[in-house]
C-alpha cells in the first residue's frame, strides 16, 4: 500500500493509499520524460521531476511500512500480458469497495487475472 498525492480520488493536500499504481513513464527523443497518470490532478502528461515532487514527494516524510517500490515493465509486455478481473477491488463479501471503472476489465487470450504477478515486487519474479 503506498502513498501518492495529488490524485482526483482524495481532493486537497492529502494522499491516496493505492495498493498499486500504474502510471507511463515516456522519455521522449529530446531527452525529457513525461508521466502520465490516469488519476492525477496535475497536468496530463506531466514532466517526471514535477510529478515525482508532488505526487511521490520524499520517503523521509514517509513512515517505513508505506515507503514505495517501483516495478518498472516495458509497455509492449504489459499491454500484451497484463489481466485483472477486478477481484481485488472487492470485499470478502464479494461488494465492491469503491465503484468500480467504467471500462471493460482487462484481460488476454491467457488470463482473465494475473495482476499478482505484476505488482509482486519477488526479485526473482
Not at 45 to 69: G, L, T
Request: proline residues 9%; negative net charge; contains cysteine.
Amino acid at each position: 500500500m503506498i502513498p501518492i498525492w495529488k490524485q482526483q480520488a482524495r481532493p486537497g493536500d492529502g494522499p491516496v493509499i493505492w495498493d498499486y499504481h500504474v502510471v507511463l513513464l515516456h522519455v521522449s527523443s529530446g531527452g525529457q520524460s513525461f508521466i502520465y497518470d490516469l488519476d492525477t490532478v496535475l497536468p496530463f502528461p506531466c514532466a517526471f521531476d514535477a510529478y515525482v515532487e508532488d505526487a511521490f514527494k520524499s520517503d523521509e516524510d514517509i513512515h517505513p511500512q508505506f515507503r514505495r517500490k517501483f516495478r518498472v515493465i516495458r509497455a509492449d509486455s504489459y499491454l500484451k500480458n497484463f489481466a485483472s478481473d477486478r477481484s481485488h477491488m472487492k470485499d470478502s463479501s464479494g461488494n465492491w469497495r469503491e465503484p468500480p471503472p467504467s471500462y471493460p476489465c482487462i484481460e488476454t487470450g491467457d488470463s482473465k487475472m494475473n495482476l499478482n504477478d505484476f505488482i509482486s515486487m519477488d526479485p526473482e519474479m
